[in-house]
């Protein structure tokens, strides 16, 4: 079946490291990739996605490349900040359907200033 | 401005209570979804529905109800039958049946007495 799984949590660093959360995926067919980000006390937002191999997806300073012989979608930042704390997830879609996400358990990100 | 609006924030149930789960969008959207999400778990899909009465069951709906009688409005009923029902539940919605960018509201965390 298909799956998700992320780097498991959490995860703290200082203001202006580098950040990266690993994704690795398994699916039928070729998925469509996702990054999500959750802030404290709200609903979760899109924060990029990439729908085919090589596809690079971009979004307030986070990338994450679709890696097909990796079966990847790790997620990067160059110098992160107090405001990117947060808990991110990772999902695909095989199928051309929002219902059919996958979500990975979530990887939770503390910045300390 | 547009958005979900999800109510109550935290709700209480004793043994053997139906709850109900409130989840309205003014988005003008045409599927929504329920999904409940466990500490250090993924989101999980209990139900979705693609348009006006008319629903169909996610991967975890046994001791779940929901109705869809108007395009704005999407409520989870929390059974009695369900056994474990301690969990923070978000609701979402895009903007056709299977759009790929889900909009989510910003939760009810549910916990039994």
């Known amino acids: 079946g298909n799956s998700v799984t992320q780097m498991e949590g959490p995860v703290t660093l200082s203001e202006e490291a580098f950040l990266t959360i690993n994704c690795t995926y398994t699916a039928t067919g070729y998925p469509s990739l996702f990054w999500y980000v959750q802030y404290p006390g709200e609903g979760l937002q899109l924060l990029l996605k990439a729908t085919k191999a090589d596809d690079k997806g971009s979004n307030k300073g986070f990338e994450a490349t679709y890696r097909k012989e990796t079966t990847s979608f790790h997620l990067e930042k160059g110098s992160v900040q107090v405001s990117d704390s947060a808990v991110y997830f990772c999902?695909?879609?095989?199928?051309?359907?929002?219902?059919?996400?996958?979500f990975g358990q979530g990887t939770r990100l503390t910045i300390n200033p | 401005d547009g958005g979900i609006t999800q109510s109550p924030k935290y709700l209480f149930r004793k043994e053997g209570q139906n709850v109900t789960l409130s989840c309205e969008q003014n988005?003008?959207?045409?599927?929504m979804y329920w999904y409940r999400q466990d500490p250090g778990q993924g989101l999980r899909l209990i139900y979705y529905s693609q348009i006006v009465n008319d629903f169909q069951k996610g991967d975890i709906a046994e001791g779940y109800s929901v109705s869809r009688e108007k395009k704005e409005s999407f409520p989870l009923t929390v059974t009695s039958a369900q056994k474990n029902p301690t969990a923070f539940y978000l609701c979402?919605?895009?903007?056709?049946?299977?759009?790929?960018?889900?909009?989510f509201g910003s939760g009810t965390q549910l916990s039994v007495l």
């Open positions: 979402a919605s895009s903007t056709r049946a299977g759009g790929e960018k889900l909009f």
């Open positions: 988005l003008n959207h045409d599927a």
């Open positions: 999902a695909l879609s095989t199928v051309q359907g929002a219902q059919k996400l996958v």
